[in-house]
Each structure stands twice: as C-alpha cells, then as structure tokens.
C-alpha cells in the first residue's frame, strides 16, 4: 500500500506513513491491525487516531460493574487502545468527541485536517460510507473525507497549509456485504498475526470480537491464496481503495 513518491515532496517519506482513523477506540485493532504491523515491520511510521473511546456503546461488559462512571470507562479504553498499538509499533491519539451518535463537527473535521498535514500520511485508512448497524462508522468515513481533501487541498494551490495527497483506502466492516464493501487489496498478515492478536487481546472490553476476527483473517488468508496461488500465506486482512492507484508500470 505504498504511495508512488512526488518529486516535489518536501518532507521524506520514502519509508511511508499510515494513518488508520476510527469511529471508536477498539476500531482499528480488528479490522487493520495486521496491516498496521505490517507497515511498521516494513520501515513505516503508523499513527492510529480514535475520535471517540466508544464509551457509551461499544463498552457494554465495563458498564455491567457497580459503580461504574463514563470517565472511567474512557480510563479503561484509552488504556486498552494505547497498549494495543504498542504491540503494533504505532503511536494512539484520541479525540474524545462523543459517541452514539458522534457527531460530524467543522472544527473537529479542522482538527483532524491539521494533524494530517503535521503527520503528512502516504496511506490513509478508515471506515467504509455505509453501516447500516453503526451510526458512527459513516460518520467517520465523512470526517476523514472532508480532512483528506482538505488536507490535499483537493489537488489545487490553496490558500491554507496542505500536505501530498495520501492513497485513501477503507477497511472490512463487521457486516461488509450490508456495507457496499468489495475487497480490492489483500494485506497479508501471516507474519505478524500473532501482533494482531496480541492487540485483540488488549480489548478486554470487548473480547467477544476476539474469536471473529481472528476467524475472518484466517478467512480473507484463504482468499488471498487463490488470488496469488501462494501457499504462504495464512492470514491477511481485506481493504477498498476509494482512489486509483497511481503506478509507472503494470
């Protein structure tokens, strides 16, 4: 997933950045894990942004103890994504806006743009724009668009501080036949699953979707055999590129 160099690039990024952007905390661990890993193993920096902690409806098993306070279970789930990107080798910011519903804000999109343009990503992961069982995931989706394009802006001389576009790709949702998802790149993951469960492991909060996603990479590992008929290849994780993929030969 590693962007063509631009000749006027001014900042290296010859080793590539990845930023993964999502809806709630535990987001990134079962969908792109893998690839994060990935990207690091390979000489890549990855930043993981999370916008919300996902406090109010992704961490029923914390709210079932007594006594329990939002701003502990936001404790609880910063502490679970911050050691479960330190099994991938990326560093974790939140955001903390608020979930269900999170709300698509001008000066959040602002903020998220101003952090792209610090950290200037060659590869930006995120939701998918449909998610018929999550109200937050197109939301996502929508504030990472309108930042990326910012961020770009949007392929012309703009009056405010921009960074070179990034490949824009969205990663496997729960349901991905229910979301308009059609994998286009496969990320073998073999090599580092076991990082990728590591990180699952973190999320104690939601440890049912443990035993699904590690049954999924299996799954898109199968597929991604048949792709390339190579045998190696035991587990990956399944991504749609949102823009063409810009190459100097086939």
Known sequence: MTAQPAADRSTDRSAGRLLVVGAHSADFVWRAAGAVAAFVQAGGEAKVVAL????????GVLWQEDGQTEEN?????????????????????????????????????????????????????THPDKDPFNPDHPVAYEMVQKARLMTSG???????????????LVFEPHQPELCGFVPSVFVDITAVFEQKKAAMAEMKAQAYLQTYYAERAEHRGNHARKVTGNKEIRQAEAFMRLVPNVVGTL
């Open 73 to 125: 279970v936001k404790r609880i789930r910063h502490g679970e994504a911050e050691r479960a990107s330190q099994h991938l080798g990326a560093s974790f910011e939140a955001f903390d806006l608020g979930d269900y519903p999170l709300v698509n804000d001008h000066s959040d999109i602002e903020r998220l743009a101003e952090l792209m343009r610090d950290f200037a990503p060659t590869v930006v992961l």
């Open 154 to 168: 949007a392929g012309v001389e703009s009056g405010f501080k921009t960074a070179p576009p990034s490949e824009f």
């Open 52 to 59: 919300t902690y996902g406090e109010r409806g992704e961490s």
